[in-house]
C-alpha cells in the first residue's frame, strides 16, 4: 500500500514533534495502540474522528483548526490560515487561501476536502 502525504498527518508531526512526544508515548497518553499513531504519522492512514477528539480532550492546548484545517483559531473564536510550510521535512503545503474547505464525517473517519469557492 502507497503511504500517502496527508497535510493533516503532517501538521499532527509537527505537533508532536513540538511536544517531544513519540509515538509509543503519544498511544499511551491517548490509551490508543502505537500501531495507530504510527500509522497516521508514517501516512499509511488519514487521522480519525475518533483520534482527533481523543487529542482535543486530552490536550488542552491541542489546536484543532490548525491540526485538521491549517488555521489557526484567534481569541474572537475565528480562524486564520497559518503559513503553508510545514515544520516536517521542509515541505511546502499547499495554501488553503480562497479555498473552501468541506469535512465530511463517516462514522469514526472524516475526509477534508478543499474546492475553489464557486462563483
Given at each position: 500500500m502507497p503511504v500517502e502525504h496527508h497535510p493533516e498527518n503532517q501538521r499532527l508531526v509537527a505537533w508532536m514533534q513540538s511536544k517531544q512526544l513519540n509515538a509509543s508515548h503519544l498511544a499511551e497518553r491517548l490509551g490508543t495502540s502505537r500501531a495507530t499513531i504510527s500509522h497516521v504519522v508514517n501516512g499509511r492512514n488519514k487521522l480519525s474522528l475518533n483520534l482527533v477528539q481523543s487529542l482535543a480532550e486530552n490536550f488542552p492546548d491541542f489546536d484543532l483548526s490548525y491540526i485538521v484545517l491549517g488555521r489557526a483559531a484567534t481569541s474572537s473564536g475565528t480562524s486564520t490560515?497559518?503559513?503553508?510550510?510545514?515544520?516536517?521535512?521542509?515541505?511546502?503545503?499547499?495554501?488553503?487561501?480562497?479555498?473552501?474547505?468541506?469535512?465530511?464525517?463517516?462514522?469514526?473517519?472524516?475526509?477534508?476536502?478543499?474546492?475553489?469557492p464557486i462563483p
Open positions: 490560515s497559518k503559513d503553508p510550510i510545514s515544520p516536517v521535512q521542509g515541505r511546502t503545503l499547499p495554501s488553503t487561501q480562497n479555498l473552501e474547505t468541506l469535512i465530511i464525517v463517516q462514522g469514526d473517519h472524516f475526509e477534508i476536502k478543499t474546492r475553489k
